[in-house]
């Protein structure tokens, strides 16, 4: 095996993947990435429904948060993906942007080029849309976007409810206007699991000048006179050293990425000392600005047994798994979150800052639990989400050893303004659980119950059994300030061939799901190492 290459990339995930295929489209160019986890090869990573049987596997790193001081010392399981593909292999594959005014507050930090409309093109060059062709969408790119197969009758009533109660549909809140209740389009190709690496890896992997490894999980970037020759890999117990010629690029995500620069030596020199490493550039901001969306949920008895609760029941699950192979039909192909919406938590808010959720399934997640638990009989479960939090944490290391996990401490509701938009989270749910298009569907309210009603008592409730949209961000952040950590170029301050290119270099979350943020983030990452354009 070659031991130099041109570019070094570190993580398959949805930058990664991108990253890959755009650095080895030049022939002349030799390309390295490497993926800690194996590959996509398992049936459930491919059948949209079989993501539920994922996250406590090894397809996923198996995070686990430190005690969240405001939310009584809970621990909670935070998972990412671990495999080709990265999270979008394991993920919901729901297909949100955020709002134009997400991108335009990154513009005007000090990032020049990561307003909406400078990001827009990446959205749309690599889109493959199968109903939406306009001045937001492309319909030619490797990223199959594509509408549900099926709707549950629940997501329907959720449809109808929404509006009832003031909330306007929306055909699309990836277009024009966010704000709106909708039904979510997802990445996925005829029935099955559009990943990143379904989209864009493994339509190249014969390409001579791109080397894929799996198994590799990178413990150091190697640093000489202020720049970055190159990445010390582990793989089958052995170390294995490479080199770089142009760049080594971090694509490992929002705790990974931090961590390997932790272990390098790169970030916030007491800290690197007191876990004994020596730091090699210091770099105040490595690590800090680690935030994620909570969210809160309520459950409701259904009237009528059309929910998916028990459809993973083996009998059922073979039926299901027969009737997904014959015809590509059935709650096989379910995302489980069909519908959704965006909403404010109050008129002055300039744009929506609630997400829903809507899960015609009963399901309720306990701290640290591998998969979320599955409540006997029928029923729902509706989610409202904080999209935008102002409660900042931290990814360090409790050791040098590559092998210990980090301390993650995402530090939820930790700013005032996060529980006062979750409370009203709440609230949006029972609004909509009361419209009368719900009526013939549910019975009554499960969890927490009519009694708990008070500000007081759902701020209790909040602390007691919210949990993480798994979108952690921000700890790699971009920027022109002393914390952050990369420029608008997306290079590491202060050092030569060092790039960190992933979900981490996000200064604020985007409002909604990171998966197509992190995609767009590769494709105008790509542009810019190989100076397509000049911010």
Known sequence: MPKTYDYI???????????????????????L?????????????????????????????????????????????????KLLGGSTSVNAMLYVRGNRGDYDTWRDLGNKGWGY?????????????????????????????????????????FVRAAQQVGVPFSADPNGAEQEGVFYHQVTQRKARRES??????????????????????????????????????????????????RKVILSAGAINSPRLLLLSGIGPADELRAVGIEPVHELPGVGKNLHDQLEVYI????????????????????LHGLQYLLYRTGPATATITEAGAFVRSGDDVAYPDIQLHMLPAYVVWKDLARSADKVPGHGITILACHIRPRSRGEVKLTSADPAVPPSVDPNYLSHPDDMAVAVQGFRWIRKVLAAEAFRPYLKQERMPGPDVETDEQIREFITTWGKT????????????????????????????????????????????????????????????VLGEEHS
């Open 9 to 31: 990339i570190v993580g398959a995930g949805a930058a990664g993947c991108v990253l890959a295929n755009r650095l080895s489209a030049d022939p002349g160019t030799s390309v």
């Open 33 to 81: 990435l490497l993926e800690a986890g194996g590959r996509d090869v398992s049936p459930l990573v491919h059948i949209p429904a079989g993501f539920g049987m994922l996250m406590g596997t090894k397809a996923n790193w198996l995070f686990d948060t430190v005690p969240q001081r405001f939310m009584r010392g809970r621990r909670m399981f935070l998972p990412q993906g």
């Open 117 to 157: 409309d400078d990001v827009l093109p990446y959205f749309k060059t690599h889109e493959r849309n199968e109903r939406l062709g306009d001045d937001y969408h492309g319909v030619s790119g490797e990223l199959n976007v594509a509408d549900q197969v099926q709707h549950n009758p629940m997501s329907q009533a």
């Open 196 to 245: 990143a690496a379904t989209a864009f890896l493994h339509p190249v992997r014969k390409r001579r000048n791109l080397t894929v490894r799996t198994g590799a999980e990178v413990t150091r970037v190697n640093v000489s006179d202020g720049r970055a020759t190159g990445v010390t890999y582990s793989r089958a117990g052995k170390p294995v050293t490479v080199t770089a010629r």
């Open 299 to 318: 459950t409701a008895e259904a009237a009528q047994p059309v929910t998916y609760t028990g459809e993973d029941r083996p009998y059922r699950a073979a």
């Open 469 to 528: 949209d798994y979108h952690p961000v921000g700890s790699c952040k971009m920027g022109i300030d002393d914390m952050a950590v990369v420029d608008p170029e997306l290079r590491v301050h202060g050092l030569a061939g060092l790039r960190v290119i992933d979900s981490s270099i996000m200064p604020n979350i985007i409002s909604g799901n990171t998966q197509a943020p992190s995609m767009m983030i590769g494709e105008k990452g790509a542009a810019l």
